[in-house]
Nanobody, 119 residues
Framework: EVQLVESGGGLVQAGGSLRLSCAIS????????IGWFRQAPGKERERVSC????????YYADSVKGRFTISFGNAKNTVYLQMNSLKPEDTAVYFC????????????WGQGTQVTVSA
């Protein structure tokens, strides 16, 4: 059974930083894309960033480019999202998910972690 568990969310002031972690277990297949997504109340889910586990290529939404960085841990069973220069509009539930390719559609996802950025 594939499981994804997020951690690292919390309350931070605007301009601050947080690092989210996604611990992945039970994934047998390779050549996937692991991504971070977010959903704020009343808004549609947004793909924030993706990273390919085959070549390490990355994608960032325009709204987070230059502020967020996605990366693997040493064993590729952990994916991090370093979030700097946070803005109140970054407030959302963040969750990680697995797709065959970035943008192909979620196959597995976690429960999410709340990120709240105060003005």
């Amino acid at each position: 059974e594939v499981q994804l568990v997020e951690s690292g969310g919390g309350l931070v002031q605007a301009g601050g930083s947080l690092r989210l972690s996604c611990a992945i277990s039970g994934l047998i297949s390779v050549d996937n894309s692991i991504g971070w997504f977010r959903q704020a109340p009343g808004k549609e889910r947004e793909r924030v960033s993706c990273i390919s586990d085959s070549d390490g290529s990355t994608y960032y939404a325009d709204s987070v480019k230059g502020r967020f960085t996605i990366s693997f841990g040493n064993a590729k069973n952990t994916v991090y999202l370093q979030m700097n220069s946070l803005k109140p509009e970054d407030t959302a539930v963040y969750f990680c998910g697995i797709e065959a390719r970035c943008g192909s559609g979620l196959e597995y996802w976690g429960q999410g972690t709340q990120v709240t950025v105060s003005a």
